[in-house]
RNA sequence: GAGCCGUUAGCUCAGUUGGCAGAGCACCGGACUUUUAAUCCGGGUGUCCCGGGUUCGAACCCCGGACGGCUCACCA
């Protein structure tokens, strides 16, 4: 036999499939049970000697001549199928000797339980629906190669049917999330993607053209702007689950597109919402593993609130050694890296400077769930400033196994004080600093009208999916993660 | 963007000192009417990622490139 030629073997089939009258690709079949109703109710529906019709994927086929097993999976799960020569149509089993493993068919038969105790449909009759023309991974060691599991995901949910559990798990995520803050009265609202002034996030967007228009365009970074502008439009409870875009770098924690909760409650502040993340994760941690202490990647994680609350200097000192205060200077900062041996960029501005220390320093030890409060103003531009430190800021950060979670703030109202954050971004931003926000003069415009106290949530959803599927990287839980095009 | 590692049959993987390209599953042919990674007999289906080089001879050694993974950098 040639090499090309599973596919045309495959044709050949098919066309002998039409000579004996069966239909290679159908239009429909009527389904009166899926596979797993049919393992659960099993003795109900043998003793009542009901006929069922199921449909789904064959992903075994065991041949004994003039019978044969096979292994079928659906939506819902695995069901066994028996083929037998004298119980099918006369001419039928020479359509079964047709059929490979991936192809879709509908049988109709009886339940009954072999006598190894397996769970099994006695074939009257069935119907190929779908034929396949490309062999599925095999059976045993499932599909590895990682670059086609991403590449070609559809081949991995099939071949892994512990990877389309995976992302069972990630949408019940989202939409107990959802369900979670519909019962708090927040109402679920969609932003622009497409943003003619990326902002809400120090963060390089990619750049898109509208032709008929003639004018640039950025995907989002974040939506909080415009979430705050529907804020000050006096909608008081507010989120939206949606996609974010950031020209970065691509890692186990970074994907080019993820998905972002952000939230906002009127009337509220930064203790609100640490509240609030506390109540969601807790809740959605419990909700999916039905208890709150979880491993990720061989650690044990207890959510069991309340979380530790540090402040942000004070994590510095005590957890990454680094005993600073808020007038700290730049040399005094880049001393301290030296000491610890720690190459830093001496061209960066003092906030990414002291951003990127504790990240070396302090978040890497933050394992169990920990809220991180009181970051400086330096790095907070669109954070309140407290009343009595305005060098620090009412914003949070969680932390869990040493990632960013989540990040939050009493927002900035005051639209004189927001300007004056603007425009010192836009020195940075002259200054080479590619993340700093750009003025956005309607976002302020919108401050004037009046934005009331306001609390605001982000949350990294692909981040909590990693966590609570022990996902060690962020590709395992985003169903087609960027890759470069293949050849 | 940098360093390290990987790429061999549809899939999972071996491949010796540089000397005819291998196994299991899948697939094809045959046997088998309750199997379970069914079993038994027969069959190897290949651009060894790509392009150069060294050599009598390269999957193997050297150079360049592509794609992927990990670590770092950047970030969430």
Not at 6 to 31: H, M, S, V, W
Not at 235 to 244: G, K, S
Not at 381 to 410: C, I, K, M
Not at 411 to 432: K, N, S, V
Request: aromatic share 10%; with cysteine; glycine share 6%.
């Amino acid at each position: 036999m040639e090499t090309d030629d599973l596919k045309t073997q495959r044709y050949e089939k098919i066309e002998r499939l039409k000579e004996l009258g069966a239909q290679p690709y159908a239009r429909i079949y009527d389904r009166t049970h899926e596979c797993s109703d049919i393992v659960e109710n099993w003795e109900k529906l043998a003793k009542n000697e009901e006929s069922v019709s199921a449909a789904g994927r064959l992903i075994t086929i065991r041949n004994m001549g003039k019978a044969s097993f096979a292994d079928m999976v659906d939506g819902s799960g695995r069901v066994q199928v028996y083929f037998k020569k004298n119980k099918l149509p006369e001419g039928k089993y020479d359509i079964f000797k047709l059929l490979d493993i991936g192809d879709i068919i509908g049988v109709k038969g009886q339940v009954f339980k072999t006598r190894t105790g397996e769970i099994t449909i006695f074939v009257e009759d069935f119907s190929l629906l779908t034929k396949s023309l490309r062999e599925l991974p095999e059976k045993f060691h499932g599909l590895r190669d990682v670059e086609i599991r991403y590449r070609q995901r559809y081949v991995d949910l099939i071949a892994n049917r512990e990877v389309k559990k995976l992302f069972e798990t990630r949408m019940k995520i989202i939409r107990h999330i959802r369900n979670f803050l519909a019962d708090r009265d927040f109402l679920e609202v969609e932003t622009p993607m497409m943003q003619s002034k990326p902002g809400g996030a120090a963060a390089r967007p990619f750049t898109t053209h509208h032709n008929a228009l003639d004018m640039d365009l950025y995907m989002r970074v974040a939506p909080e702007l415009y979430l705050k502008r529907l804020a000050v439009g006096g909608f008081e409870r507010i989120f939206e689950i949606n996609r974010n875009f950031r020209n970065e770098g691509v890692s186990t924690k970074h994907n080019p597109e993820f998905t972002m909760l952000e939230l906002y409650q009127a009337y509220a502040d930064y203790n609100d919402m640490m509240d609030i993340t506390e109540a969601l994760v807790a809740d959605t941690v419990q909700a999916v593993h039905g208890t709150l202490k979880i491993t990720y990647q061989d650690q044990e994680l207890d959510f069991t609130p309340p979380w530790t609350r540090i402040k942000w200097f004070d994590a510095f000192r005590e957890i990454g050694g680094v005993d600073i205060s808020v007038s700290v200077t730049k040399d005094e900062l880049l001393g301290i890296c030296e000491e610890k041996n720690i190459s830093m960029d001496t061209s960066l501005n003092m906030g990414q400077i002291i951003d990127k220390l504790f990240g070396l320093t302090v978040e890497e030890k933050l394992v169990q769930p920990t809220f991180v409060y009181d970051y400086p103003t330096e790095i907070s531009p669109l954070a309140r400033q407290h009343d009595d430190a305005p060098e620090l800021t009412e914003r949070f950060e969680l932390f869990v196994s040493a990632f960013e979670v989540a990040n939050a703030f009493t927002e900035l109202t005051d639209p004189t004080e927001q300007m004056r954050r603007f425009e010192h971004q836009q020195e940075l931003r002259d200054a080479g600093d590619e993340e700093a926000h750009e003025i956005d003069h309607d976002f302020i415009r919108a401050l004037q009208y009046g934005l009331p106290p306001t609390g605001g949530l982000g949350i990294g959803i692909d981040r909590l999916v990693m966590l609570l599927t022990d996902s060690p990287t962020i590709r395992d839980v985003i169903f087609f993660p960027l890759l470069r095009p293949e050849k």
